[in-house]
Nanobody, 118 residues
Framework: VQLQASGGGLVQAGGSLRLSCAAS????????MGWFRQAPGKEREFVAT????????NYADSVKGRVTISRDNAKNTVYLQMNSLKPEDTAVYFC????????????WGQGTLVTVSS
């Protein structure tokens, strides 16, 4: 599966953004999807994940309550709605995919930059 993330940009603190990740290839609905981010000078970190059906989600503590991950399997797209953004949310955001039973995410998008100004 190939992934293409979009929707990043510059936003003021307290604002919102919705990231999208479009997948090409077969059987998108078979994949567990995740969002990760990497801030300048820091390691990549987990943000959120969603099951193949969308029925199960999980979030990093740092974004819980402010971020919602969702997916539309008919459109082969996963979303990350981010509200109440903080300057510390500034990072390149990556979407990733893995099959159930795989320990790691095998497929990664190219990343989209989110910059939150104070």
């Amino acid at each position: 599966v190939q992934l293409q993330a979009s929707g990043g940009g510059l936003v003021q603190a307290g604002g919102s953004l919705r990231l999208s990740c479009a997948a090409s290839g077969r059987a998108f609905s078979s994949y567990i999807m995740g969002w990760f981010r990497q801030a300048p000078g820091k390691e990549r970190e987990f943000v959120a994940t969603i099951s193949w059906s969308g029925g199960s989600t999980n979030y990093a503590d740092s974004v819980k309550g402010r971020v919602t991950i969702s997916r539309d399997n008919a459109k082969n797209t996963v979303y990350l709605q981010m509200n109440s953004l903080k300057p510390e949310d500034t990072a390149v955001y990556f979407c990733a995919a893995r099959l159930s039973g795989m320990g790691e995410y095998a497929y990664w998008g190219q990343g989209t930059l989110v910059t939150v100004s104070s």
